[in-house]
């Protein structure tokens, strides 16, 4: 039987979240982790002693089980779509292989016919089975919580394939765009255009919300951040319907120097990583939401010190839209009970 107190804690909720994203008031804000579905959980484990990583993404009941499993769990307001940002670039032309050592791209783009062969394509038919799990995870969610799509940055997307994998220097993406600025500019348009329609399918296919992620974009300079990766993703985010319907979250790690820009551009949501905090992210935001901003490696600690930090990070984003989440995304080793004590916190009335 439930408490009293236990009945009076807020369940999940698709609208909170949307209205959080917005701007607009909310009874508690919203809270999902980035990387929620993943090695943390056993029951996500047993699922990848069958399926190699990228096969799992492509095997619709699959991705929807485990896109699933946290929210069965711990109830976040959001179930986002189990997937990998380097799934567009294989049906543009773009060999990728993907295994627990990382992403390796056997043939990088270097060169101006290399470019020039990249490919738009139809994300119904190249990527079918991401908005099949989209749809597949409305009806399993049915409207309890927001379903997320998301997709890369075209600036990130460029530096895996110049690079041919990651990178710490980003020496290949940062010789093509001293010596041939305009040939990433092309590279950069191609990939804004084909992501565009990639993300913008998973909206039709009934994403609530969706997440860029610029994972790389701290590499740059705030004027060769302007110059190169703003003019792309602000493309990207022009192709996208439905804008103040569904909310676009913008996530960039390493980037304080840049959220100035963020607070310019397009997007609904700027997410925010550990190393700013919340209530100076709040004054330069433009009136923007904000999402985040928990380190990750808190998680690592006590379910009290995980509480904590969910409790300093609301009180410095103050009022106005917050989406509780990380500052990045969950560590494998995160003890499952320190997720149920964050979605907990997040949970806890304001008063």
């Not at 304080?256 to 935001?285: C, G, N, Q, T």
């Amino acid at each position: 039987m439930l408490t009293s107190r236990a009945m009076s804690v807020p369940g999940p909720s698709r609208q909170r979240f949307v209205d959080a994203a917005f701007g607009r008031p909310v009874d508690v804000p919203p809270v999902w982790l980035m990387r929620q579905a993943g090695r943390y959980l056993p029951e996500y484990r047993e699922v990848r002693k069958r399926l190699a990583f990228l096969d799992l993404c492509a095997d619709v009941p699959s991705a929807v089980e485990v896109s699933m499993q946290p929210f069965r769990r711990f109830g976040m307001d959001g179930v986002i779509l189990f997937s990998d940002i380097l799934i567009p670039l294989p049906p543009m032309g773009i060999e990728v292989k993907l295994d627990e050592g990382g992403p390796k791209l056997p043939t990088p783009v270097r060169t101006a016919a290399q470019v020039e062969a990249l490919r738009g394509f139809d994300p119904t038919v190249g990527t079918a089975f991401v908005p099949a799990i989209l749809r597949e995870l409305k009806k399993e969610v049915a409207g309890r919580a927001a379903v997320i799509g998301f997709c890369g940055a075209p600036w990130t997307l460029a530096t895996y394939a110049v690079e041919g994998g990651g990178s710490k220097s980003f020496q290949h993406t940062k010789t093509m765009m001293w010596r041939e600025p305009k040939l990433l500019e092309a590279l950069l348009g191609k990939l804004a255009d084909a992501v565009g329609d990639y993300l913008a399918a998973q909206v039709e296919a009934g994403a609530d919300v969706v997440q860029v992620f610029d994972s790389w974009s701290g590499e740059l300079s705030k004027a060769d951040y302007d110059r190169f990766a703003r003019p792309a993703t602000e493309r990207l985010l022009a192709r996208l319907p439905r804008r103040g319907e569904v909310p676009v979250i913008h996530f960039a790690s390493g980037s304080a120097h840049l959220i100035d820009s963020y607070a310019e551009m397009a997007s609904d949501v700027i997410s925010v990583d550990w190393k700013l905090p919340l209530d100076e992210a709040r004054r330069r935001a433009c009136g923007k939401a904000l999402q985040g901003n928990v380190d990750p490696g808190v998680l690592l600690g006590s379910p009290e010190d995980v509480k904590a930090a969910v409790r300093t990070a609301r009180a410095a984003a103050g009022e106005g839209g917050h989406v509780v989440n990380l500052g990045h995304g969950i560590l494998p080793p995160t003890p499952p009970e320190n997720v149920a004590a964050f979605v907990e916190a997040a949970r806890e009335s304001r008063a």
